[in-house]
């Protein structure tokens, strides 16, 4: 029978990079306020990316962004995945390398663009606009 010692808090599964930028995070969203941006951001990069698919599968709209439009037309899905995984990154950023006046106000114009290009998928895709 081999017996082995309980992993110290020094030899867990993750570097210690990986656990620093998880616990700045976790402090970050602590906030009720920057947590509430947090979510409004992801949820409207998730929509985005839905909104911008279903008008793409429409065959009536096109992409605007012609930056975006090439990597859309070649292959739509990993594109879009990775347009998610820049947002999510942009996100960790924001929460860990700004201070807290400064990060506020940032997640709060985040979560507004990230919000508005939804609705403007939306009413477009509804005729409205």
């Known amino acids: 029978m081999v ?7 020094t030899t867990t599964r993750y570097p210690q990079s990986v656990r620093r930028l ?11 306020w ?13 929509f985005d990316a839905l909104t911008t698919h279903v008008a793409l ?5 096109q992409e605007a962004n012609p930056l975006f439009a090439g ?3 070649s292959s739509e899905v990993p594109a879009l995945l ?3 995984g820049l947002a999510m990154t942009v ?9 807290n006046p400064r990060r506020t106000v ?18 477009r895709m509804l005729g409205v606009m």
């Open 71 to 73: 990597a859309l037309q």
């Open 34 to 46: 920057l947590r509430l941006l947090s979510i409004a951001f992801v949820v409207g990069q998730l």
């Open 106 to 123: 940032v997640m709060v114009v985040l979560a507004l663009i990230s919000l508005e290009a939804p609705a403007t998928n939306a009413l």
């Open 3 to 9: 017996v082995r010692a309980a992993p110290s808090p």
């Open 91 to 99: 996100l960790v950023l924001a929460l860990t390398k700004l201070s």
């Open 57 to 61: 599968a429409s065959g009536r709209f």
């Open 82 to 84: 990775v347009k998610v």
């Open 22 to 32: 998880a616990a700045s995070v976790a402090l970050a969203l602590a906030d009720r």
